[in-house]
């Protein structure tokens, strides 16, 4: 379940871009019915950028929550984290004590640079990996290397390269790990879009020492204004493609999402999984908020279909079972 949870999170952050719920509350499922497990909160400064995020899980002994792993972000003027503290609940001495910390640089155009993962050893941040990133002239991310720290130096583990459309997102990139100074191929995934940022498929192949071998795939569906629906993972098990989990959306009216429901194939059916509930409760809300859609002038219709008069600086939000129309605009 945990590969299972990290794709679909990798889906999220590219249907969300830069929102950020108050919280996520991650519910199991046993003996018919939702219980808590864990959730992660978020904080925010005045600007609507997250500071702080705290990890918790679920003590049904006293019904409450306690928390157990805490990050903090430094941000710069855009909001982009220049460092990350991470801390962690002792609960025997009832302290919080040093994990790790992560530093950040960025190109000038915001892009992630470099970034430093040190571990802390007897109170003290020692060097464990380094990520380098490199772009294009346009600014599309064309690789990215991984390194170790050796106890003197930098070592280089592996790398990713890119493939972009011309709106630079990658179609296909290429995973290889060094071994004995060689290049040796991992992992390939082709990937396709619903539009722009929105993946619609990806495919993975694995790496037999001879050949690309099909290894698995994701789906994910959008309504028609580009909001998730659903996303199915499959597979490839003996000639074929087994679907072996899917998740289905529920959206709020503004797009943002309600909740998501996880299931898995038992052999007999689907049944529940996990639940994750977002709360936006006290979000910071404005133009940083919608500036994704608010780029462009638009044209809205009613429910029959027939043009709208258009207004300026409108927020339309309209919703009829599950056929839901909203459009930005700006004259």
């Known amino acids: 379940m945990k590969i299972a949870i990290a794709i679909a999170l990798f889906v999220l952050t590219i249907s969300l871009s830069s929102q950020t719920p108050k919280s996520i509350t991650y519910q199991t499922w046993k003996n018919g019915a939702w219980l808590n497990d864990s959730r992660e909160v978020n904080s925010f400064d005045a600007s609507g950028y997250v500071i702080s995020d705290m990890q918790e899980s679920w003590t049904p002994s006293v019904t409450a929550w306690r928390a157990t792993v805490q990050n903090s972000y430094t941000n710069n003027a855009a909001g982009l984290p220049l460092k990350c503290e991470t801390i962690v609940k002792n609960d025997n001495a009832n302290t919080w004590d040093n994990l790790s910390v992560r530093q950040t640089t960025y190109t000038a155009k915001n892009k992630i640079q470099t970034s430093l993962y040190q571990g802390y050893y007897s109170g003290v941040p020692q060097n464990n990996t380094l990520d380098n990133y490199f772009y294009d002239l346009n600014g599309y991310e064309t690789e990215h290397q991984s390194n170790h720290w050796s106890g003197s130096a930098w070592v ?54 001879s050949a690309w071998m099909n290894s698995s795939k994701g789906v994910i569906t959008y309504d028609l204004f580009a909001y998730p629906m659903t996303y199915e993972y499959y597979e490839w098990k003996n000639g074929a493609w087994i679907q072996t989990y899917r998740i289905t959306y529920t959206n709020r009216a503004d797009g943002r999402i309600d909740y998501i429901v996880y299931e898995t194939d038992n052999g007999a059916g689907w049944e529940n999984d996990l639940k994750l509930i977002y709360d936006w409760t006290g979000v ?45 605009i700006r004259e």
């Not at 990713?160 to 790990?177: A, D, I, R």
């Open 284 to 328: 910071p809300t404005g133009i940083r908020e919608f500036a994704s859609d608010e780029s462009s002038p638009a044209i809205y219709f009613d429910f029959n279909g027939r043009q709208v008069e258009k207004q300026s600086n409108v927020l339309l939000i309209e919703q009829k079972g599950n056929v839901r129309r909203k459009v930005l």
């Open 156 to 209: 280089l583990d592996a790398k990713t390269t890119y493939t972009n459309n011309s709106q630079g997102f990658p179609v296909q990139h290429l995973e290889q790990k060094m071994v004995s100074g060689i290049w040796v191929n991992q992992t390939y995934v082709i990937t396709s879009y619903f539009a722009a940022d929105k993946i619609s498929e990806f495919l993975q192949q694995d790496w037999s020492g």
